[in-house]
Nanobody
Framework: QVQLVESGGGSVQAGGSLRLSCAAS????????MGWYRRAPEKQRELFAA????????YYADAVKGRFTISRDNAKNTVYLKMNSLKPEDTAVYYC???????????WGTGRYGMNYWGKGTLVTVSS
């Protein structure tokens, strides 16, 4: 099993930037595909970024493509999310997730599959 703890959330004005971190403990993070989900008010939780075990493959939903960057440092058991050009519609609780399954990253983005392990989330608020 792996335990995940997110950090770095907060309040920012539109156009600003934030970097979220997800620290993994327990099993080594390199055993897992990692992803970032978010749940906006009155919306379902959705995957918007994922990264392969070695960090050489990434997936982004169209809503964040070109603005957000997912990365990982397996030596530190940490996954990062750099968010630039933030918009009010990015306001949500952001969750880090991990899964040991071997699946194409784009498959995670379909919403048909959910990752097995979750952090408790961190709130990001973007004001206009």
């Amino acid at each position: 099993q792996v335990q995940l703890v997110e950090s770095g959330g907060g309040s920012v004005q539109a156009g600003g930037s934030l970097r979220l971190s997800c620290a993994a403990s327990g099993r080594t993070a390199s055993s897992y595909t990692m992803g970032w989900y978010r749940r906006a008010p009155e919306k379902q939780r959705e995957l918007f970024a994922a990264i392969s075990r070695g960090g050489d493959g990434t997936y982004y939903a169209d809503a964040v493509k070109g603005r957000f960057t997912i990365s990982r440092d397996n030596a530190k058991n940490t996954v990062y999310l750099k968010m630039n050009s933030l918009k009010p519609e990015d306001t949500a609780v952001y969750y880090c997730a991990a899964d040991p399954s071997f699946r194409a990253l784009s498959d995670w983005g379909t919403g048909r599959y959910g990752m097995n392990y979750w952090g408790k989330g961190t709130l990001v608020t973007v004001s206009s």
